[in-house]
């Protein structure tokens, strides 16, 4: 019972993906597996490749990316397996990789990163990634985990205090700003200092 807005109908909605290009359809992805951070639309499958490719111990084809509600915004949330073989790999070393990666392609922070033992993603019957499964797995904390990493556990465990956060933090807008540092007042919001998202 789907129109369009001149009228046209009825489609069928299927939750599909999907763009023309000359006479022929191609269908792209799932609309309930689309990941929007920041107003921007971004394809799982698009941060999936990125992050299997960003270390060795990493196994292809593996790798879910699902967003979460965090603080009333959307948050990217890893699931990948480690190879078999790579168990013994340092597992900072590859949250810092798959961390760069995605930053480097995409401009985009992750709020946790799941590295699953081998052969414990959850795919269909053919194969393929189930992202939406793979998220109630990783709220619900029912995951087969190797080793995790997640922002605001990593914010805990740093080792530079607030004073020092605060001093950074002022030293940095004052050089955006073009002002002694010891000017900016860290209370004042981004906005009102002038500096835009």
């Known amino acids: 019972q ?13 939750g599909d993906l999907g763009f023309l290009c000359g006479e022929q359809l191609y269908v792209s992805g ?3 597996d689309l990941i929007i951070v920041g107003g ?13 490719n960003s270390h060795t111990a990493l196994a292809q084809g593996s790798c879910a990316a699902f967003s979460v509600d965090y603080q009333g915004q959307e948050a990217l949330v890893i699931s990948v397996e480690v190879e078999r073989t790579k168990r013994k790999s340092e597992p900072q070393a590859i949250f810092q990789e798959v961390i760069a990666a995605v930053a480097e392609e995409f401009g985009l ?12 993603s959850l795919k269909t019957s053919s194969g393929k990634i189930r992202r939406q499964a793979s998220k109630t797995a ?3 904390g029912s995951q087969d985990v190797w080793n995790s990493w997640d922002m605001a556990s990593a914010a805990k465990c740093s080792d530079v205090n607030a004073v020092e956060r605060e001093e950074q933090l002022q030293q940095i807008l004052g050089e955006i700003l073009q ?19």
């Open 2 to 14: 789907a129109y369009t807005a001149d009228g046209r109908g009825p489609y069928l909605r299927t």
């Open 30 to 32: 799932r609309l309930k």
């Open 40 to 52: 921007r639309n971004y394809y799982p499958q698009d941060i999936e490749a990125v992050v299997e």
């Open 109 to 120: 922070f992750l709020y946790s990163i799941q590295i699953l033992t081998p052969v414990k």
């Open 138 to 140: 990783y709220l619900e």
């Open 179 to 197: 002002t002694p540092a010891a000017d900016v007042d860290v209370e004042t919001h981004f906005f009102e200092l002038g500096i835009k998202s």
